[in-house]
């Protein structure tokens, strides 16, 4: 059984948050919070998260930001939050339930199934079975984008944008969490550039740390194809945001990808293995 902490990021869900569906979401197999962060909402959301909470303090918890932080703060600091706990993988999961509660068991009986995969990353494929319900518009400008996000990245993932992600709970989470995010709209895409800093510091870091236990991104990361998804009305994405999210993707390139970036990502040192030999070259950057 995987103990799993979900992050839903609330600002002005009120009338949105389907109260319950999270309130009749059970799975036998996996023992699932849910973490719900009010990103200083100015309506009634905070009324509506605090009598899920009472309803179930066991399975709901509420963490509530001061003012309004925007969608990757209110993650981030959720993220923090959930790892301080007992959860054996955390995630995120959009308010509008576009992907239904019902499919993290899946998330996390692939995690599960492979002590490799550090994130599973849901994926909006249109394919015969499937009911994915998006509009023609949302998925054409998605599919432009998506394709540069993987140029940018070097990484061949189809959809970096899906509202619903999954991570192994440890110290490689924690690093990609720690900073604040230096983008808003594709913090998504920034977390996989982390993620290549990460694996590469580790391949590359110092004798200190140990041999790397991080493998290729590719190895790690895992696109699930939704069984469901569908376009929820009241979305906060609007048609504008699409040309923001090129402006932060060049951002992203800068501050982690380009050659002699300097975007700081990096595991928590370890104490040397007294196995190892301390006359063991270090390996060649």
């Known amino acids: 059984m995987t103990t799993c902490t979900i992050v839903i990021p609330c600002y002005n869900e009120s009338a949105r948050l389907d109260v319950e569906a999270f309130r009749r979401f059970v799975t036998p197999v996996h023992r699932v919070r849910f973490l719900l962060v009010d990103d ?16 179930d303090p066991a399975r709901f918890a509420v963490h509530s930001l001061s003012r309004n932080r925007g969608k990757a703060e209110a993650v981030r600091q959720g993220i923090l939050r959930a790892l301080q706990g007992d959860a054996d993988a955390v995630g995120f999961w959009d308010a509008d339930l ?3 509660l019902e499919a993290i068991p899946e998330f996390c009986d692939r995690l599960a199934a492979n ?3 550090r994130m599973v990353f849901g994926a909006r494929v249109k394919l015969l079975g499937r009911h994915v319900e998006r509009s023609a518009v949302r998925h054409y400008l998605g599919r432009v984008f998506a394709t540069a996000a993987s140029t940018v990245l070097g990484l ?5 944008q899906c509202g619903a992600k999954l991570f192994r709970a440890g110290d490689e989470t924690r690093a ?7 983008t808003n709209w594709i913090f998504d895409v920034e977390i996989l550039a982390r993620f290549r800093r990460l694996c590469r510091s580790a391949e590359l870091g110092p004798l ?4 790397p236990e991080l493998g290729p991104p590719e190895q790690a990361i895992y696109e699930l194809p939704l069984s469901r998804w569908r376009d929820v009305a009241g979305s906060k994405v609007k048609p504008h945001d699409f040309f923001k999210a090129f402006f932060e993707l060049g951002t992203i390139y800068w501050t982690y990808l380009r050659r002699g970036a300097k975007g700081d990502v990096c ?14 070259p270090r390996r060649a950057a």
Do not use: K, M, N
Request: charged share 25%; hydrophobic share 30%; aromatic share 6%.
């Open 40 to 55: 200083g909402s100015t309506d009634d959301t905070a009324t509506v998260l605090d009598g899920l909470r009472a309803s």
């Open 115 to 117: 002590p490799a995969l």
């Open 98 to 100: 576009a992907t239904p």
């Open 208 to 211: 200190e740390l140990g041999p």
């Open 267 to 280: 595991l928590p040192s370890r104490p040397r293995r007294e196995a190892e030999s301390p006359e063991r």
């Open 156 to 160: 061949p993932i189809y959809d970096t």
């Open 176 to 182: 990609l969490f720690t900073q604040p995010f230096r």
